[in-house]
């Protein structure tokens, strides 16, 4: 089953990075960082994929679902142990 299209896999890193910089710049509180991550996802997403509309506002709340998921597993399982490695 494929529920991200390939032409949206790239947006995952980029995603990634932004979230970062937002985090490490605080322009913003952490609180907000899903959210812009989320409007940032779906602008990209009806720019970059040539499906229908509502096809692409799927993919981009998709694509921020796994940006966001990753973190959260990053933190959870690396950070709660002391490894506090940066990706």
Do not use: C
């Not at 890193?13 to 899903?34: C, E, M, Q």
């Not at 509502?54 to 998709?62: A, N, S, T, Y």
Request: aromatic share 10%.
């Amino acid at each position: 089953l494929n529920y991200i299209v390939e032409d949206g896999l790239i947006l995952i890193p980029v995603l990634y990075v932004i979230g970062y910089i937002i985090k490490h710049t605080n322009i913003l509180s952490n609180r907000w960082i899903p959210l812009v991550l989320l409007m940032i996802s779906i602008l990209f997403s009806i720019f970059l994929l040539n499906d229908p509309i509502i096809d692409r506002v799927i993919q981009g709340v998709l694509i921020a679902g796994v940006t966001v998921f990753i973190d959260q597993i990053k933190k959870q399982n690396f950070e709660k142990e002391g490894l506090n490695n940066e990706f």
